[in-house]
C-alpha cells in the first residue's frame, strides 16, 4: 500500500505544508509556518518521522534552524544555530541555504551550507551546530570560496551536501561560486573535484591545465542506491560523475535545442530513487543577458533515462505559452512511489506535480510566494 | 532601565513590548541579559561578531547609539528599532 506524501513547501514568506492522498490525486495545502520568514529548506528527516528542520531568517531576524518533532505541529529553535567563530575579522553568517540529513548510522547528525559558504554539522538533531572547520578553516579556503562580494545574487552559498550511504565519513559539497569538493574523513580534509566541468565565466586555462575550483556548480545530487554515481546542474550545463573516476563528463551536450536555444542550463537536477540512469532538469534561459526564466516563456522538464545520452521534453499539462517562471535548486524533488511522483514549486509560487515520471503535469497549489524549496516527506 | 522591544522579537519575550531590567553597562551587556532570560533573542539581533545585524538600530534616551561598548546611563530608556528592510 503506497504511503500518503507530504511536500515542504519553504518560501521566500514562510513554510507550507501540501499532503497528499496515498494515491497522490488529492493535495491539501496547510501552513504558514513562520509566516514572513524567509525559509530557504525545509526537510524531513527519513531517519526519523516526524521530523522536520527548517532554515529561516526575516529581512530583520538573524538566521536560525527550528526544528519540529511532529510532522510540523509544534517547532522550537535551535539553542545553538549555525555561525562562525566571533573573531577578529570573523565571517558573519547571513543565512542557512541547505539542510542535509546525515547517515542512517548517526541519526542525531545533520548537515547544514550557509550563505556565505560555510559548512556546518549538528550532533544532536538540530539543536546545536557547530562548523566543520576542516573546511571552513581550510587554509584554500579564501581560494576556493572567492570573495562573498562577488559572489551570486543572494550570496555566495555552499549547498548540496551529500553523505555517501556506504561511508558516513565520506562528503560532497559544492559551492556557488567555488566548485565540487569531497571529504573522506568526515569533513577533516578536501579536495576540489571539479575535473571536466566547464567554467565559461573564467579565462581559459592554458593548454593541458583546467580550472581546480572557481566553478559555479547550482546543484549536485547522488544516487542513493548507486553512490559512485553524481549529477550536476552547472551554471555552465548538466555534467555525471562516475566514480572512483574524477572527470565529469558534459551530458547537457545532449539536451535538445528547440529554436537554436539551449537548455542545458538551470537550477535544480532531482534523480530517481531507484534508477540510478533517470534523472529531470528544469532548463532557464541563459541567452545573451541571463534572464532566468522558462526558455522563450514555454517550460518543460526535461528527462533523461539513459544517464544524460539522451533527453525527452516533458511538458504535458504545463501552459504553452507566456509563462516566464523558473525552478530554484532546491525546488524539485521525487517521491519513492512507482511510478514516481515528480514536483516542483516556481518562482511564480505554484506547485506542480506528476504522478507519472514526468509524463504529464498537474498545478498543485498556486498563489504561494515565491518558492525556494519544495522536499518531499 | 527601561527596555522598548519590537514586535519583530516579541515572540520571545511572549508577546511583551517593554521590560524593566537591572542597569547594563552597555548594549553589549543588555544583550547577554536579554539572551539569558529570552534563549535566542540575542542572535537575531546581533551577529556573531557583536555587531547589530543592519536592520536594528538602538536609541538610548532617544539618541541613536551605534557603539555596542558604549557606557549606558543609568536608569536609560533603551528603544530596539527593526528599520527598513525591504518588500
Not at chain 1, 7 to 25: C, F, N, S, V, Y
Not at chain 1, 144 to 165: F, I, N, T
Not at chain 1, 192 to 215: I, K, M, Q, T
Request: with cysteine; charged share 20%.
Amino acid at each position: 500500500m503506497p504511503r500518503s506524501v507530504d511536500l515542504w513547501i519553504a518560501t521566500r514568506k514562510g513554510l507550507w505544508k501540501l499532503a497528499g492522498d496515498a494515491g497522490r490525486q488529492r493535495w491539501s495545502l496547510s501552513g504558514p509556518h513562520f509566516l514572513g520568514h524567509i525559509v530557504h529548506h525545509a526537510v524531513a528527516d527519513p531517519r526519523r518521522p516526524g521530523v522536520v528542520l527548517a532554515a529561516a531568517r526575516t529581512g530583520h531576524l538573524g538566521p536560525t534552524v527550528f526544528r519540529s518533532a511532529d510532522g510540523g505541529q509544534t517547532w522550537q529553535e535551535a539553542e545553538a544555530p549555525p555561525a562562525f567563530p566571533s573573531e577578529p575579522n570573523g565571517r558573519v553568517l547571513d543565512h542557512v541555504f541547505w539542510l542535509t540529513p546525515g547517515h542512517s548510522s548517526e541519526p542525531d547528525v545533520w548537515y547544514a551550507g550557509s550563505v556565505p559558504q560555510g559548512l556546518f554539522r549538528s550532533d544532536d538533531d538540530g539543536r546545536t551546530w557547530q562548523g566543520v572547520e576542516g573546511f571552513n578553516q581550510h587554509p584554500r579556503y579564501r581560494d576556493w570560496a572567492g570573495d562573498p562580494a562577488e559572489g551570486p545574487p543572494g550570496g555566495a552559498k555552499l549547498h548540496s551536501v551529500l553523505v555517501d550511504p556506504r561511508d558516513a565519513a565520506h562528503l560532497y559539497i559544492s559551492m556557488s561560486s567555488g566548485g565540487t569538493f569531497e571529504s573522506r574523513d568526515r569533513g577533516a580534509s578536501w579536495q576540489p573535484l571539479n575535473h571536466g566541468v566547464r567554467a565559461d565565466f573564467l579565462p581559459e586555462p592554458p593548454p593541458g591545465s583546467y580550472h581546480e575550483y572557481g566553478h559555479d556548480p547550482h546543484c549536485v545530487q547522488l544516487h542513493p542506491l548507486a553512490p559512485d554515481r553524481l549529477y550536476q546542474q552547472n551554471h555552465c550545463g548538466i555534467f555525471r560523475l562516475d566514480r572512483p573516476g574524477d572527470t565529469w563528463t558534459d551530458i547537457g551536450a545532449n539536451l535538445p535545442t528547440p529554436d537554436s536555444v539551449r537548455h542545458d542550463i538551470g537550477f535544480p537536477v532531482t534523480l530517481h530513487p531507484r534508477d540510478p540512469d533517470t534523472l529531470w532538469v528544469f532548463p532557464m534561459d541563459a541567452t545573451d543577458v541571463w534572464p532566468r526564466v522558462s526558455p522563450q516563456g514555454r517550460p518543460s522538464v526535461y528527462r533523461s533515462r539513459d544517464g544524460g545520452t539522451s533527453w525527452q521534453r516533458l511538458d504535458s499539462g504545463l501552459p504553452a505559452e507566456q509563462a516566464w517562471f523558473t525552478v530554484k535548486r532546491q525546488a524539485m524533488s521525487a517521491d519513492s512511489h512507482d511510478p514516481v511522483g515528480v514536483y516542483f514549486g516556481t518562482t511564480s509560487g505554484e506547485v506542480w506535480g506528476s504522478t507519472d515520471e514526468g509524463e504529464r503535469w498537474t498545478c498543485l497549489a498556486r498563489y504561494l510566494p515565491e518558492i525556494y524549496g519544495v522536499e518531499v516527506s | 532601565m527601561r527596555i522598548l522591544l519590537p514586535t519583530h522579537v516579541q515572540s520571545y519575550t511572549g508577546g511583551t513590548a517593554e521590560l524593566d531590567l537591572p542597569d547594563a553597562p552597555t548594549l553589549t551587556a543588555l544583550f547577554t541579559e536579554l539572551d539569558a532570560r529570552y534563549p535566542g533573542l540575542r542572535f537575531r539581533v546581533i551577529d556573531e561578531q557583536g555587531a547589530m545585524r543592519p536592520h536594528f538600530k538602538a536609541f538610548v534616551n532617544g539618541e541613536i547609539e551605534r557603539d555596542m561598548q558604549a557606557a549606558l546611563p543609568a536608569g536609560a530608556e533603551v528603544m530596539l528599532v527593526a528599520a527598513l528592510s525591504g518588500g
